[in-house]
C-alpha cells in the first residue's frame, strides 16, 4: 500500500533549512511504501517552491511530480471534490484547507490509510495515520 504525501512533508524534504527537514529525509530514506501524492498537492508544492525556494526549484519538483519519477500522481476526482466538499462542511472547527479534504477523499477511495506529512489536520482526520511519530 502507498503511503500518501502531503505538502508539508514534500516542503520539507526540499527545504534545507526547514525545521523538520531532518526528520523528511530519514523518513523518507526509510520507507518502503511506493509514494503517492494529487495533482491538487503538487499545484501546492509548485506554487509554495516558487514564493520560497524560487523558480528554477519550482520547475525541478514540478518536473518530477509531473513525470511521476518520485511519485505516483492521483488526479482529483470529481467524485473526490464532492466528497471533500461534505468533509470541509463537517469538520468546520478543525482548520483543513479544502485541499486537506481532497488528499482525505483521494486517500479514502484507494483506501491509504498512512500519511507523510508534517501538517497537524493529518492528525486530526480520524482515518489517516501521520509520519513520521514524533
Known sequence: MPIFVDTSAWYALLDKTDSD?????KFKDSLNHSM?????????????VKARLGYSNAVEIGRKLWNETITTLIRVSSSDEE???EIFVKYRDKGFSF??????AVMERFGITEAFA?????????????????
Open 83 to 85: 466528497k471533500a466538499w
Open 118 to 134: 508534517f501538517d497537524e489536520h493529518f492528525d486530526q482526520y480520524e482515518k489517516i495515520i501521520r509520519f513520521p511519530k514524533y
Open 36 to 48: 503517492t501524492t494529487t495533482n491538487y498537492v503538487a499545484d501546492e508544492i509548485i506554487t509554495l
Open 99 to 104: 485541499t486537506d479534504c481532497t488528499s482525505f
Open 21 to 25: 527537514h531532518e526528520s523528511a529525509v
